[in-house]
T-cell receptor, first 114, second 113 residues
């Protein structure tokens, strides 16, 4: 069990550029979540996958954001035409289908938009 | 709908003193409740969880929390603070079929020597 892995850990980009983050969940976990955390705030839910199906999206996930989980394994979160307000830590978490709600978090991908 | 309120964005204690971090929740279904800890530039690590078994829950690193339904509270305590406890602590509530967590805004714990 290597834990939840996220890549890259840090990304600095210019406003208007596209960025993509990758998350590799714990191998036997069917559920995968993306959260966003800004300075001084708790993590905010963005979206949730059960296997390859995206079952819930937050209103925070604007049209510039898209998430995928092909084949129910790793997931990607893409942000198009980045804005300075997108600067945040993007956290991925996974959990097994039958559990008591505990999520296992990766170390996050920090995005800075200049 | 679920929500969490953490009272006090910053708590400062002396090493060896009692740690008390406050959390109140709101949930329309029987909740699962969690405390997570986050060290700088790292992800979240589970400290402890309440899942409708014992109301007093013991976690890692000497922390414990008590679920009080009548007060809708789940406060986190540790009898004696250690310098290594300095971190940000998040209370979270889970409910519904997708088990997503709703977090509070966090409490930054500072431990003074």
């Amino acid at each position: 069990d290597t834990g939840v892995s996220q890549d890259p850990r840090h990304k600095i980009t210019k406003r208007g550029q596209n960025v993509t983050f990758r998350c590799d969940p714990i191998s036997e976990h069917n559920r995968l979540y993306w959260y966003r955390q800004t300075l001084g705030q708790g993590p905010e839910f963005l979206t949730y996958f059960q296997n390859e199906a995206q079952l819930e999206k937050s209103r925070l996930l604007s049209d510039r954001f898209s998430a995928e989980r092909p084949k129910g394994s790793f997931s990607t979160l893409e942000i198009q035409r980045t804005e300075q307000g997108d600067s945040a830590m993007y956290l991925c978490a996974s959990s097994p289908t039958l559990n008591t709600g505990e999520l296992f978090f990766g170390e996050g991908s920090r995005l800075t938009v200049l | 709908a679920q929500s969490v309120t953490q009272l006090g964005s910053h708590v400062s204690v002396s090493e060896g003193a009692l740690v008390l971090l406050r959390c109140n929740y709101s949930s329309s279904v029987p909740p699962y409740l969690f405390w997570y800890v986050q060290y700088p530039n790292q992800g979240l690590q589970l400290l402890l969880k309440y899942t409708s078994a014992a109301t007093l829950v013991k976690g890692i690193n000497g922390f414990e929390a008590e679920f009080k339904k009548s007060e809708t509270s789940f406060h986190l305590t540790k009898p004696s603070a250690h310098m290594s406890d300095a971190a940000e602590y998040f209370c979270a509530v889970s409910g519904g079929s997708n088990y997503k967590l709703t977090f509070g805004k966090g409490t930054l714990l500072t431990v003074n020597p």
